[in-house]
């Protein structure tokens, strides 16, 4: 009988893969590097190891889970499709045009995202609805089909479609799709209307665009996934891990890649809330640190932050319009470049800076062997002793220490530094631009990052918690079983999710309840099907409403909780009273006070379904047992010694609930090393989280 699952994370460095027996709780994992050439080949590779080593066969296998970066690296470094655009005249150029904003008003070079559709591929049809999406002037058929003609001698193998205002009404923009399939039936295309059908047209049509300039690599890249499984004898039918946090079924997920983006991020977030609970923290900074970027996320209320929109290839991380606006719901989590192959240089200023530039997985750090030759993170962190050459990546790669010390003295000679003194500066560096990023993220949401636990993920989290967690005055760290591959984790524990969004000008205190109850209703239908595939694993859907709302005459929106349908016009008043309360309610928490006596106004409507898995996990507590012995000792560097110490080494397969130590020590894993500073004590729990309170 079917027991296993296996979940897959490609990330920019390692591909994670691991195997979990809902019945038993049984943990296999397994790190390989990310072949960026054919990412499949990885994933083959180590499914194929993990299953060998856990002694699984494909027939035990019943479910498939996968995130990845391939679709955002593709936006980022323009590997995409080429990609045409059909737009209303008058409008193709909103992709350029922009909201005409500066995101750094005092840089005289400043540089928009470029448009991934330049202007020789964008067209425009005379067709065009109002406001209302009243029919203005009618689709022109032979219009449309000298315009696609032109796009494909131009050598297009995609094509966006964003007409105006077609969230009020798509009927011009599948006409459109009609006439493409009847010309070039294999032509992929993409509809503004299916991917984004809310107002904002700049967003609206650089969500389309995206979603078209990847849809082609994601149809080859998945359909490729599948045979190459099928050939294994494993499941097909992959699920996919969205944007959002939620699973998707791979059909689902082929025909808006764009909600992919995400995806490993969002994984990792729902594992870090996941451990959590077991020990009841439900407040979280969820901080994943792997080989090319950190990430951090709060978590409340044991669920992670949503936002309903994203930037993605931002040409300055820290600066919000630098990028690509993209309508798709998202974990909110804030991005740096700071990871395991974080290169450190020698600035114009003469000052040492880490990252965001990479080494990646090829050549990757100079200790790995492969070609690199510039200091990174992980041989900064090799040389202070935090990594076990001997059992890095549990022991599948062997790592070169004095390829690490040649390539940090070079850089210590450009400033004049030992190379220890290089490494330390690199670590306290990297922790010192993510607690900064962690900051900004949490004082935006007006939270104090005091009031939260910092949950430590990825290969690179647990090195650097310790003295992340006390830049930002954090004094709890948790640190969850199998860290170094949380987010192939946490893809085997997600629930299935779907959203859809709609929108419609609605005021609660005036306008006719039935006419909201018709858009949400289609919308509960849409999300109910979406769903429907994966019924016989997940269930059941609980539907929930949102509205992105404001006072009449703001700029700006705020998406809060809606009370539960159906809107009911026999509870006329008490409903409208429930609309006006949930707003008001969300902006106070926002704002502080509403302001008095104005109306509001619901711009877009939004709902979201989510299944939990049928089968329920079983997870065995760990046995008791105060005393364990240190595997081995070795020197350790730690500033508050300020020099190296003579630092125990702890298994942690071989901790049991009810350990306890003093630090300075470290626990290693096959995944990931966690450092515990002088300051430390850590706690082993008996849900397999280590806890390190962090002393005056």
Not at 38 to 43: I, L, S
Not at 233 to 252: F, Q, R
Not at 464 to 469: F, G, I, L, R
Not at 543 to 553: E, N, Q, S, V
Request: with cysteine; aromatic share 6%.
């Amino acid at each position: 009988m079917a027991k296993w699952a296996i979940g897959i994370d490609i990330g920019g460095t390692f591909t994670d893969v691991v195997a979990l027996n809902y019945q038993s709780g049984a943990l296999r994992t397994l790190k390989v590097l990310t072949t960026h050439g054919d990412p499949t080949d990885g994933v083959m590779n180590g499914i194929k190891q993990l299953i060998e080593h856990a002694g699984v066969t494909p027939a035990d296998v019943a479910r498939v889970v996968h995130a990845t970066t391939l679709f955002t690296n593709a936006l980022i470094e323009r590997r995409g499709a080429k990609t045409g655009l059909i737009a209303t005249a008058g409008f193709s150029d909103i992709v350029q045009i922009g909201n005409e904003r500066k995101y750094d008003l005092y840089d005289l070079g400043i540089e928009p995202a470029p448009a991934l559709v330049p202007r020789n591929l964008r067209v425009e049809i005379s067709a065009r609805m109002d406001a209302r999406g009243n029919e203005v002037a009618p689709v022109d058929a032979q219009e449309v089909r000298r315009v696609v003609e032109q796009l494909v001698a131009d050598g297009v193998d995609s094509i966006a479609v964003c007409l105006l205002h077609s969230y009020a009404n798509v009927a011009h923009e599948q006409q459109v799709q009609a006439v493409i399939a009847d010309l070039y039936p294999n032509l992929s295309v993409t509809l503004s209307s299916d991917v984004a059908p809310v107002i904002r047209e700049f967003e609206r049509m650089s969500t389309a665009s995206a979603n078209a300039y990847i849809k082609p690599l994601a149809m080859g890249y998945l359909d490729t996934l599948r045979r190459r499984l099928m050939e294994l004898g494993l499941p097909k039918d992959v699920l996919m891990m969205l944007s959002n946090g939620g699973l998707s079924h791979i059909a689902e997920a082929k025909k808006t890649p764009i909600d992919l983006l995400e995806s490993g991020p969002a994984a990792g977030a729902i594992s870090a809330a996941h451990h959590s609970v077991r020990d009841d923290h439900t407040n979280l900074l969820a901080f994943d640190m792997g080989g090319t970027t950190a990430k951090l996320c709060l978590v409340e209320k044991s669920r992670p932050a949503i936002s309903y929109t994203f930037e993605a290839a931002r040409q300055k991380r820290f600066a919000e319009g630098s990028g690509l606006p993209i309508r798709i719901t998202t974990i909110d989590l804030i991005e740096i470049g700071a990871g395991g192959g974080s290169i450190a240089y020698k600035d114009a200023l003469g000052l040492m800076k880490v990252g965001p530039q990479s080494a990646g997985s090829e050549p990757g750090p100079a200790c790995y062997g492969l070609g690199g030759i510039e200091p990174t993170v992980t041989d900064a962190n090799l040389v202070l002793g935090y990594l076990n050459p001997e059992y890095f990546a549990g022991g599948a790669m062997k790592i070169d220490v004095s390829r690490a010390k040649s390539a940090l003295a070079d850089l210590g000679e450009q400033l004049r530094c030992e190379a220890q003194e290089v490494a330390w500066g690199i670590h306290d560096v990297v922790a010192e631009n993510m607690a900064s990023a962690a900051r900004v993220h949490v004082a935006e949401r007006g939270r104090d990052p005091r009031d939260f636990v910092l949950l430590c993920t990825g290969g690179g989290g647990p090195l650097h918690s310790y003295y992340v967690a006390q830049k930002i005055g954090v004094r709890k760290i948790i640190c969850p079983p199998a860290a170094g591959v949380a987010s192939a984790y946490g893809l085997l524990v997600a629930p299935a999710r779907a959203d859809r969004a709609k929108t419609a000008s609605f005021r609660p205190s005036t306008d006719e309840l039935a006419s909201l109850e018709q858009m949400f209703s289609s919308l509960d239908a849409q999300v109910t099907e979406a769903l429907a595939p994966l019924d016989a694993t997940f269930g059941p859907i609980r539907l929930t409403r949102y509205a992105d709302g404001r006072f009449t005459g703001q700029g700006f929106t705020l998406t809060v909780a809606l009370p539960e349908g159906p809107y009911h016009p026999a509870d006329e008043a008490a409903v409208r009273r429930g609309l006006v309360a949930a707003f008001e309610a969300g902006y106070r928490e926002k704002f502080g006070r509403t302001p008095p006596n104005v109306p509001i106004e619901l711009v877009n409507l939004r709902v979201s379904g989510e299944a939990p898995p049928r089968e329920e996990l079983i997870e065995t507590p760990l046995e008791a047992a105060a005393s364990v012995e240190p595997r081995a000792w070795r020197p350790v560097y730690f500033r508050e010694i300020a020099g190296y110490h003579n630092t125990p080494i702890y298994e942690r397969a071989a901790l049991r609930a009810g350990f306890t130590a003093q630090g300075p020590l470290l626990v290693e894993d096959e995944g990931s090393t966690l450092v515990v500073g002088p300051r430390g004590h850590v706690t082993q729990s008996a849900t397999g989280n280590l806890i390190i309170e962090i002393g005056e």
